[in-house]
């Protein structure tokens, strides 16, 4: 039963999406919402059972509903801008998610990570190299069919496994964690980083470092040394 | 409840894997992959949370962190790249760079 309600909801989300790509041959806005809209219901319905919370079923469904429409716009708008800024929404219900699951400082430093620092500097280059409106390439999409294809037959084999009733994840409700027994609070999340992962937090300064010296020095490159020579 | 986080983070992934192979903006692309990674963030704060076996454990979150500490990385040499091409070319256009495709 709830596997033939996914197999549903994977295949109108496919037509769904498909015909929202900009460029796509049959490319109608007003048959897709419907579409996607009932896929996401079906793909969260589907998978409501499992919390026994009524807290839990709301902020789980709202979440995940949000964070879905919201990749979804950003992988069909036109304007480079508005994907940015439908991908900060996405972040904001990742970070709802993480949440749920006990990752506060996760959540909290995916938020100021992504949302505040990754993202202003995706709508900086944005507006360095796009100032004239919507260019051509960003109304057609690059072969819609076959990517939409390719993503949802992995999506469909991917929810058919997780769907089976025996060999899939286990479905046992975990007990609530205690506050300070295993939640991902600063001091926990902070322990465990500078015990067990203290080498591993230091590679992580130094690969920082030698990105940030890279991207400094490929961004100060004159174009005519960039090494690449026209041909046309 | 692994199944329901693992299901939103394969959506969440899939979703930016589409939008990489449908796109034609570069710096679109790039964000598809940041969706990508959003899925993937999910997955391993499920798997950390709701473990096959054995208690909850933190490392889920550790691995995300770091995860996170890698797309930073990537977001700064990529979009540095992403203006590199632009000032060679003028257009954000993935079609325009072709030279190391056959015919």
Not at chain 1, 140 to 161: D, E, M, Q
Not at chain 1, 175 to 204: E, F, K, M, W
Not at chain 2, 87 to 95: H, M, S
Request: hydrophobic residues 60%; glycine residues 10%; aromatic residues 8%.
């Amino acid at each position: 039963m709830t596997a033939a309600l996914t197999t549903i909801g994977v295949l109108i989300g496919a037509v769904g999406l498909y015909l929202l790509m900009p460029g796509a041959r049959l490319s109608s806005w007003k048959a897709a919402t419907p579409l996607l809209l009932a896929a996401c219901a079906l793909a969260i319905g589907s998978s409501l059972q499992a919390f026994p919370a009524i807290y839990d079923k709301v902020a789980f469904s709202v979440f995940a509903a949000i964070g879905l429409l919201g990749g979804i716009c950003v992988i069909t708008n036109k304007q480079p801008v508005y994907s940015a800024l439908f991908f900060v929404l996405v972040v904001v219900c990742v970070t709802g998610l993480l949440l749920l699951m006990q990752a506060q400082f996760l959540s909290m430093a995916l938020l100021a990570i992504y949302a505040g620092a990754i993202l202003v500097t995706y709508v900086f280059v944005i507006m360095l190299a796009q100032q004239g409106g919507t260019a051509a390439y960003d109304h057609t999409a690059r072969s819609p069919l076959i990517g939409v294809l390719a993503g949802f037959v992995l999506l469909g084999i991917i929810s058919a496994g997780l769907g089976r009733p025996e060999g899939g994840p286990p479905q046992i409700a975990m007990p609530s964690l205690a506050a300070d027994a295993g939640a991902g609070t600063v001091r926990n999340v902070g322990l465990q980083l500078l015990t067990t992962y203290a080498v591993a937090i230091q590679i992580a300064g130094v690969l920082l470092l030698a990105s940030m010296v890279g991207a400094v020095g490929i961004a100060r490159r004159k174009a005519s040394t960039g090494g690449i020579e026209e041909v046309d | 409840m692994l199944a329901a986080y693992l299901a939103i983070g394969a959506a969440l992934f899939i979703l930016g894997l589409v939008g990489f192979l449908t796109r034609r903006n570069l710096i679109v692309m790039f964000l598809c992959t940041e969706l990508m990674f959003q899925g993937i963030i999910v997955n391993l704060v499920a798997f950390g949370r709701y473990p096959l076996s054995g208690p909850p454990t933190l490392h889920g979150q550790i691995f995300a962190l770091f995860l996170l500490v890698v797309a930073a990385a990537e977001a700064a040499l990529g979009l540095a790249l992403v203006v590199l091409l632009y000032r060679n070319k003028g257009t954000l256009d993935a079609n325009a760079w072709t030279l190391l495709r056959d015919a």
